[in-house]
């Protein structure tokens, strides 16, 4: 059977027997896939660094009908984010990126769009040595993609208006809550953090910026659609304990 090619990004990879890995990696045709490099763990391998955390790859790829797993022929490095892989800091914003592609992403489903902004946001975290702003507008953009974005001016629960007084969330629900309607354990959201969407909405994470005062209202932000993820995927993001502490 002739290989496939396809660009991709590196998800994950995982030691399987003795001498191989098993990767995840997203397609920009091909969607996101599972299979086995054999020999990757191998002192001297044919693979090298090209299976490192979001490296942007060309891969070559064999499918066999009776198996779920593909085999990898041959990986050639496009772009790689050393920095950010190799920064504990840094590589946290990446795992959580990794982590939650994993989760919203179907198998086999191509994503094109989740593939641009996911090489987006990599490239971002490597150039400005921050994932701050990069993970907020990474997870913005997945809930939108999602089609999970609730309105921001709205309370779910009441309906009323939150006009500038920003409201509450918590991963229980889809949505923003208004005072009246907050329950206990719900974050607030600040309401900067409706602004901050707008201009996510509007503009490439390449060509944003912000500034200190923006800061809760980018953290807010983040940890809202943070919230929303793990609601639709019923899950709780395994990462995230991680991002507070680097």
Sequence with gaps: MPARETEAIILKTFPLGE????????GRSSGKIRGVAGGARRLKNRFGSTLELLSHVQIWY????????????????????????????????????????????PE???????????????????????????LAYFAYW???????????DTCVGCGSPLGSFGGFHWPHAAGVYCQNCRRAGMQGIDSGARSLAERF????????????????????????ALNWIEFHTERKLLTRELLEHS
């Excluded at 001498?19 to 997203?26: G, I, K, M, T």
Aim: net charge negative.
């Design 201 to 224: 909405s509007g503009k490439g994470l390449d060509k944003l910026e912000t500034v200190a005062a923006e800061q809760k209202a980018l953290h807010d932000l983040r940890e809202a």
């Design 142 to 152: 997945t809930v939108r993609l999602g089609g999970w974005l609730p309105p921001l």
């Design 108 to 134: 086999r489903e191509v994503a094109e769009p989740m593939f641009r902004l996911v090489l987006l946001t990599a490239r971002e975290v490597e150039r400005r040595a921050d994932w701050q702003l990069p």
């Design 19 to 26: 001498a191989d890995r098993l990767v995840s990696f997203l």
């Design 62 to 105: 064999v499918e066999r009908e009776t198996r779920d797993l593909v085999r990898i022929q041959q990986c050639e490095l496009l772009e790689s984010f050393h920095r950010a892989q190799s920064e504990y800091g840094l590589s946290t914003g990446l795992a959580a990126v990794s982590e939650i592609v994993e989760r919203v992403v």
